[in-house]
């Protein structure tokens, strides 16, 4: 087989075609997404023959979708990142009670830091509350092994089974062998066969409840004798244990090399790869003899809660430590430098890092690393993520804001590239809870603040995801909000996928692109608008109407995402006519724009898109574009409509 360099989603996605799978479907979320990604590439060239792969509505879409497929006998696989989780529950909790047929496993990636998501969410609490096994890769290449162990385990006890990376592993790359071409498992011939386990009832649940702990049990003490849990020991007699889970065992691998006198110290390393359902019997076989275990993990301290635990259970004599007392990081992602740190101190050992000078002692809630003073002279200066040059989100929040003028407003919005419309200067977002939410709690705080214009922001792909039970609500009870609907033609925060509104799908042919106007009106909004928000002028004449009808309303604010079109020719600026107000970068704040020596406005060449929202806002006629030499509205005028 070809010997390929892979990042880890990658080979994730060349696990579970070697396993056979035959159906993949996920939604879209920072950092899974190129597991789908991958699969709709192989099959586009011919090698992932007879699989189907989708970009499913939402989470919770696709999974019910895939359990469909695998009571046919399929084998599927879903794939969100920890947040997507939440939506997918619905069908998750029911689920797990009904069993599988075909392997069904879910590849569910968490985000330590969190580097792209609103939280530290951690699947591992998921699966022990859905009662779901997870296996919890250290490395790329054992996260490959666990994926295709994963429908075998899944399909021998008819559960679904979670397989849980993060980040670093998702998103680090390897050596892989990869075969040529790879094919879909055969079909059961039968399809899917009728058996009363298919439909949930509670009598059936009741059952089901006990058959759940029982495979559960099974498959702990499976897991403890499997090669997912793998245990080592440097010199006679330790009294101290070291325990890790997922990318952690890396980061305290490499640490522990580099201790000098770690020859001196004896300790006992146990990587736990089988979370949930917990590997009692191997935690006690690793514990035997310990005076102390240090836990490191990301995220929760599951692993340290399991060995409190199983010391209580079984009576053992030892003493754990991680998050809980402080000896390991808290919240966000370990590193070597920060176990190196905090094993010295465990093991009593020198605490000089050698690439760092002499460490400073440990924090109790702190890496000494994240805490060190830096020189400012060598530090970058801070950079906050923005809109991009050109973003048409950036108009539509101009104009809203221009169109509501001094009425008591808020601005409640959502996930996506648009939330960074809360920044200066445009402060255009007030809230920002979950997907599809920005709509439902305008319809919250119209009710409590009926003088008050509540406006929702939600982009096109959300909108079909989870914005439109929102509506329906709205039209419903007869809400008086106003909907702006962000239409750039892609999911663009996550990497520019399609979805029902583009009419693109991963296995090749058109599909009819949904409506968003056509669902609008069909859930009963009577006021829709559209706008081009890069031209103000129209846009806010728009969007004033929309506010000031009473009742839903909605205005669609339709302009592709930058990264789908090639950019027109630069904005210029005119120095003589410009009076160095700094109304437009104050207005807009878009990245292509700054202020010179001579503290007049320049505009870089090499970053501008051309898209001429910046003329409009110049207050002095100071700044043309070639796209807007037809069709240019002076600002006298605008400010007259």
Avoid at 212 to 231: H, M, Q, T, V, Y
Wanted: aromatic content about 8%; some cysteine.
């Amino acid at each position: 087989m070809p010997r390929k360099l892979l990042m880890g989603n990658q080979a994730f996605a060349w696990a579970a075609l070697q396993a056979g799978v035959n159906v993949v479907a996920g939604y879209p979320g920072t950092p899974s997404s190129e597991v789908v990604e991958t699969v709709a590439q192989l099959h586009a060239a011919g090698i992932a023959q007879g699989v189907h792969v989708e970009w499913s509505t939402n989470e919770k879409a696709a999974l019910e979708l895939l359990h469909g497929a695998s009571a046919s006998g399929a084998r599927c696989l879903f794939t969100c990142k920890q947040m997507g989780m939440n939506v997918a529950s619905d069908a998750l909790m029911s689920l797990n009670y009904v069993g599988v047929r075909g392997g069904l496993v879910l590849f569910v990636c968490d985000d330590p830091g969190p580097i792209s998501s609103q939280t530290e969410q951690d699947t591992r609490r998921f699966a022990s509350f859905a009662k779901v096994p997870v296996l919890d890769p250290a490395t790329p290449e054992q996260g490959f092994a666990m994926m295709r162990h994963a429908f075998d385990l899944s399909e021998e006890y008819g559960t679904p089974v979670i397989v849980r990376p993060t980040t670093r592993i998702d998103h680090a790359s390897t050596y892989f062998d990869v075969p040529d071409t790879t094919v879909a498992r055969k079909l059961p011939e039968r399809g899917f066969v009728r058996d009363d386990r298919w439909i949930i009832f509670p009598r059936r649940a009741y059952q089901a409840h006990g058959e759940i702990w029982e495979r559960l049990s099974r498959i702990a003490a499976e897991g403890a004798k499997g090669p997912f849990n793998p245990c080592e020991q440097v010199g006679e007699a330790p009294v101290h244990g070291v325990v890790c889970g997922g990318v952690s065992t890396q980061y305290v691998r490499e640490a522990l090399a580099m201790l000098p006198e770690k020859a001196c110290v004896p300790y006992r390393l146990l990587q736990i790869g089988t979370p949930y359902p917990f590997p009692e019997d191997a935690a006690a076989r690793f514990a035997e003899g310990l005076d102390d275990i240090i836990v490191f993990e990301e995220l929760d301290h599951v692993l340290e809660d399991e060995f409190a635990k199983l010391a209580g259970r079984r009576h053992l004599p030892y003493a754990v430590h991680g998050k809980l007392d402080g000896a390991t990081l808290l919240r966000g992602e370990n590193s070597v430098e920060d176990a190196y740190e905090r094993l010295a101190a465990f093991l009593a050992l020198s605490a000089e890092f050698p690439a760092a000078g002499q460490a400073a002692e440990p924090s109790p809630r702190e890496s000494t690393v994240e805490c060190r003073a830096a020189d400012p002279a060598a530090e970058p200066p801070a950079r906050p993520p923005m809109l991009c040059p050109g973003c048409p989100h950036r108009g539509a929040f101009y104009a809203v804001k221009r169109a509501v003028g001094h009425r008591r407003h808020i601005f409640c919005g959502d996930i996506g590239c648009y939330t960074l419309g809360n920044a200066k200067p445009l402060e255009a977002i007030d809230t920002c809870l979950c997907m599809g939410a920005g709509i439902t709690m305008a319809q919250g705080a119209a009710v409590a603040d009926p003088d008050r214009a509540c406006i929702a922001f939600v982009g096109d792909s959300t909108f079909f995801a989870s914005g439109m039970t929102g509506v329906a609500n709205a039209t419903y009870n007869q809400h008086n909000i106003t909907i702006c609907v962000l239409d750039n033609a892609t999911t663009a925060m996550t990497g520019k996928q399609p979805h029902p509104g583009t009419g693109v799908t991963l296995m090749g042919p058109l599909s009819i692109p949904l409506s968003i106007e056509e669902v609008l009106t069909s859930l009963g909004v009577r006021c829709i608008e559209h706008a081009n928000p890069l031209y103000l002028a129209e846009s806010q004449a728009a969007a004033r109407r929309v506010i000031d009808f009473d009742g839903p309303s909605a205005i669609i604010f339709r302009s592709p995402c930058t990264q789908l079109v090639k950019p027109e020719p630069s904005a210029t600026v005119d120095l003589d006519a410009c009076t160095a107000c700094h109304a437009c970068i104050n207005r807009l704040g878009c990245p292509a724009m700054a202020i010179g020596r001579d503290g007049k406005m320049s505009i870089d060449p090499s970053s501008c898109y051309g898209c001429g929202l910046c003329v409009d806002a110049c207050p002095f006629d100071a700044i043309s574009a070639p796209v807007r030499l037809e069709n240019r509205i002076p600002y006298s005028d605008q400010e007259a409509n």
